[in-house]
């Protein structure tokens, strides 16, 4: 079975991020509507693979984590939340997540932390 977990880790936002200052979502429907909701009502309440598993749930309908972890899925750094919506994701030691709006002391603060992993968000363009 495939994951998606980072631990001590900061996904930045794009560097390619079309705001500099964090945007919610407009569409709740969109999967960055639906992750949007999900971490911004329970920060650090799951990790990744289980964020993922009920966006995709609730997109789907009733999907196992072993389906659909059968394949590799994409991590967190393709979020739309960190592609085009100025959010940074923040794993902690045991792997939960949470939004942090990149305008935010929080964000400065993890970027400035040595003991924190930072990886990029994917971007949106090539080039």
Not at 29 to 45: C, D, H, I, N
Request: charged share 20%; glycine share 6%; proline share 6%.
């Amino acid at each position: 079975m495939h994951t998606t977990n980072y631990r001590d880790t900061l996904i930045t936002m794009s560097g390619d991020c079309p705001v500099t200052v964090a945007t919610p979502p407009t569409k709740e429907e969109t999967v960055a509507g639906r992750q949007f909701a999900l971490l911004s009502a329970a920060p650090y309440a799951m990790t990744s693979d289980q964020m993922l598993l009920a966006v995709e749930n609730d997109r789907k309908g009733a999907v196992t984590a072993e389906a659909f972890f059968a394949k590799p899925q994409a991590c967190l750094r393709a979020s739309p939340l960190v592609k085009k919506h100025g959010y940074g994701l923040h794993h902690d030691s045991e792997g939960r997540v949470a939004l942090v709006a990149v305008e935010s002391p929080d964000y400065a603060r993890l970027l400035a932390d040595a003991s924190v992993v930072k990886r990029p968000g994917m971007r949106s363009a090539r080039g």
